[in-house]
């Protein structure tokens, strides 16, 4: 699932994006549910046909008599095939069959079906489908769309609404089987190769998806959503430059959508262009004054800028606007802890943990708070608890261990770096962590261990390097520490602590001869 605001992919069940802090809303609209679902009522005037694009063509396998026609003068008993339109509506987040759908059937029925009952047939089946899949139950949405396949075999719409039902069970490759069927029956219609793209977005297929996107922009150049789509794909490629470009060509289409200035906004956010991202925030404001996320995102843009103070302000707002927003909360805590106010960014945490008491980052995020303070017994419970709500999070752990460490308790430390590293073997700084916590203890061979398993993952670490040297040194391998310290000073030659290391080793190592 994805954000609508900035495209960043979710967890399922997530309240907010993990980037933004927008509300996460379910993928069917609610205003699609089975009691918005109309009924299809009397005869509907045919000429709603009008606002129908996409076709529907059912084969009769029976001859049927009309009402013009006397018994037995039916064409030779061929029937012709029915071919009546249906309009579907596409969101990014799942398909939205609106009731004109449902009301056609009306329409097909009394004024254009000579094959009567398959039409019926196949039209029940796809009313049942979309109350299935608006109320949840995927399964039986998919058993229904197989019955109008089997009815119309050559009906690309068909296809597109069982693909979207596999999409909502995220059976993704069944999605994807079925997009393609669809474009084999109708590969000039530009929304079909956008809903396969963003079918291979969710499998982060991304150079699929973009190749999706790219045809449906070949079909309809003015198709802002293609555009739209394939910026997300784009950025979640760390393709900023292209991303930015696609969510211009978006801009250009509908300068009035304060959504795409956003989704603009948040990669030159990624590309750490601050400016330029506070710039698009602010005309995304300009254009809804009363977006709460877009005060939000602003707000991150201006910390990532560390001006705290504008940051704090544009959180606030967003506060105002959804007293509820705890992403707003959580952010204007970080914000606080910038300007080493740590008072109230514990109040905001505890904010976020009030409107969310199972969010396990809040908890982590106070427990640092508790940490700049040299508060580690709160600290540690806070971390204790984030480590139950998500035991699998190494990050978790490896803050416990620091505010273990900063209490002197290396056993402690040294047993929560150790989980830290099990649950996420790459991470450097839990290697070089585990290392100074043996390194405190006096076990200068463990502690080398570990350093030089760090230096292996980040071999661009100055201070691991530096950190090495002084255990080589503790150990009085002068020779080692001096080339410890050579090689960190390689990295960053303004490294002033490591310099002042190679300078006292080599006068250490000069007064013993060596």
């Known amino acids: 699932m994805f954000c609508a605001m900035c495209g960043n992919e979710v967890k399922d069940g997530a309240k907010f ?7 996460i809303e379910k993928s069917l609209a609610a205003e699609n549910s089975a009691e918005a679902v109309a009924e299809p009522t009397g005869t509907a005037d045919s000429g709603v046909q009008t606002h129908i694009k996409k076709e529907l063509q059912i084969e009769n396998p029976l001859p049927q008599q009309t009402a013009s026609e006397p018994a037995g003068t039916a064409d030779s008993g061929v029937q012709k095939p029915v071919k009546k339109e249906i309009k579907i509506t596409h969101k990014r987040a799942g398909i939205i069959v609106g ?15 000579s094959g009567k009952t398959a039409m019926e047939r196949a039209m029940d089946a796809m009313e049942r489908g979309i109350r299935a899949q608006a109320q949840g139950d995927y399964d039986l949405a998919i058993e229904n769309y197989a019955q ?6 050559n009906a690309a719409l068909a296809y597109f609404l069982r693909g979207s039902a596999y999409r909502e069970k995220e059976d993704y490759d069944s999605a994807i089987t079925d997009y393609t069927q669809g474009i084999k029956l109708a590969s000039d219609v530009a929304e079909y190769y956008t809903f396969r793209g963003d079918v291979y977005r969710d499998k982060k297929n991304y150079d699929s998806a973009i190749a999706d996107y790219t045809q449906a922009i070949q079909l309809d150049p003015k198709s802002a959503a293609a555009y739209s789509a394939r910026g997300d794909a784009y950025r979640y490629k760390e393709d900023y430059d292209s991303a930015i470009a696609d969510y211009t060509q978006v801009i250009r289409l509908e300068p009035n959508d304060a959504t795409a200035y956003s989704t603009r906004g948040s990669a030159y956010s990624y590309k750490e262009d601050y400016d330029s991202a506070i710039a698009d925030y602010t005309q995304a404001i300009r254009l809804d004054p009363n977006n709460a996320t ?29 007293p509820d927003y705890a992403w707003a909360y959580n952010n204007r805590g970080d914000a606080y802890r910038g300007k080493k106010d740590y008072d109230s960014a514990i109040a905001d945490y505890t904010q976020v943990i009030r409107l969310d008491p199972n969010d396990a980052w809040a908890y982590n995020n106070r427990g640092e708070a508790y940490s700049d303070k040299r508060d580690y017994d709160r600290a540690i419970a806070d971390y204790t608890e984030a480590i139950r709500l998500d035991p699998d999070y190494s990050y978790f752990y490896s803050d416990r261990g620091d505010a273990y460490y900063d209490k002197r308790d290396y056993n402690r430390a040294i047993a929560d770096y150790t989980q830290a590293i099990r649950l996420n073997p790459d991470r450097d700084f839990a290697y070089s962590s585990r290392g100074s916590a043996y390194y405190d203890k006096g076990d200068y061979d463990q502690a080398i261990a570990d350093y030089t398993q760090a230096i292996k993952l980040d071999p ?3 201070g691991n390097y530096n950190v090495r040297g002084n255990a080589y040194y503790a150990k009085g391998d002068y020779d080692r520490a001096i080339a410890d310290y050579e090689a960190g000073l390689r990295i960053d030659p303004s490294a002033a602590v490591i310099r002042k290391n190679l300078e006292s080793t080599r006068r250490d190592r000069q007064r013993r001869g060596w």
Do not use: E, H, W
Request: charged share 20%.
């Open 17 to 23: 994006c993990t980037a933004c802090g927008v509300k």
């Open 99 to 113: 009731a004109a759908v449902l009301a056609f059937a009306a329409i097909m029925v009394s004024a254009y079906i």
């Open 460 to 462: 661009n670490s100055a």
């Open 294 to 322: 877009a005060y939000s995102i602003r707000g991150d843009a201006y910390r990532g800028k560390r001006d705290y103070d504008s940051a704090i302000a544009d959180y606030t707002q967003a506060i105002r606007l959804d």
């Open 148 to 153: 109008i396949i089997k009815l119309a075999p």
